[in-house]
């Protein structure tokens, strides 16, 4: 089993601004996944980045990964209200227990 | 859009009842995971399975039992709640078919249990 730790715990900017969050994971991975949860709802998948891939795009969303420093970087350029939600990753490698931190809660203030 | 639903959405019960969360997934997908959350906190994976009469229990402990006659099918019983297991629960399903690079996780929109 792997652990996704995000970092800052909580972000607040304003509409238009760039957010990034962070990621550490403990072990050696197959991919790097991130997931966003709306408050009281369901995770929904994001961008999945794998070991041998060092940066990755999905309209706004950049991810990049170190596997050296054992991290991940999630950014959301131009960011909108409609952003405001928590942000998990999570990994694997080798078994399929997918174990989630505590997640980055992020506001886009209007 | 995912293929995994989850009832009831809410439920509100009284203490010593025997509870069954119901989560269904029409992926074809062999595993499916359930995952306990208090609000504002993290994941806790409590039950997971990697197919049809496979179950096995997750991170951390719960009172709670699973069942996978069917792929399809993955329901959470709780034989007695109390108020203590007030929580969000979710379930999830994954399917490994691009290969374990590729494999990623299809949550439902869970359910929220409060036990009076």
């Known amino acids: 089993s792997q652990q996704g730790e995000e970092d800052p715990q909580a972000l607040s900017i304003q509409e238009g601004e760039n957010a990034t969050m962070n990621c550490s994971y403990k072990?050696?991975?197959?991919?790097l996944q991130w997931y966003r949860q709306n408050s009281g709802r369901g995770l929904v998948h994001l961008i999945l980045?794998?070991?041998?891939?060092r940066e990755k795009h999905s309209g706004r969303l950049r991810v990049t990964l170190d596997t050296s420093k054992k991290s991940s970087s999630l950014l959301i350029t131009a960011s909108r209200a409609a952003d405001t939600a928590s942000y998990f990753c999570t990994s694997t490698s080798g078994t399929y227990k997918y174990i989630f931190g505590t997640g980055t809660r992020l506001k886009v203030l209007a | 859009e995912a293929d995994i639903y989850q009832t009831p959405r809410y439920l509100v019960i009284g203490t010593g009842k025997k509870i069954t969360l119901e989560c269904s997934q029409t992926?074809?997908?062999?595993?499916m995971y359930w995952y306990q959350q208090d609000p504002g906190m993290e994941l806790h994976l409590i039950h997971y399975?990697?197919?049809?009469?496979?179950?096995e229990k997750g991170d951390l402990s719960s009172e709670s039992t699973v069942s996978r006659i069917r792929t399809e099918h993955f329901p959470l019983t709780l034989e007695s709640a109390r108020p203590s297991h007030t929580s969000q629960y979710l379930c999830?399903?994954?399917?490994?078919?691009?290969?374990?690079?590729?494999?990623?996780?299809?949550f439902g929109s869970g359910t929220q249990l409060s036990v009076l």
């Open positions: 072990t050696s991975i197959n991919n």
């Open positions: 399975s990697y197919g049809v009469n496979s179950t």
């Open positions: 992926m074809g997908h062999d595993k």
């Open positions: 980045i794998r070991s041998n891939e």
């Open positions: 999830a399903s994954s399917d490994p078919q691009g290969g374990a690079t590729n494999e990623k996780l299809f």
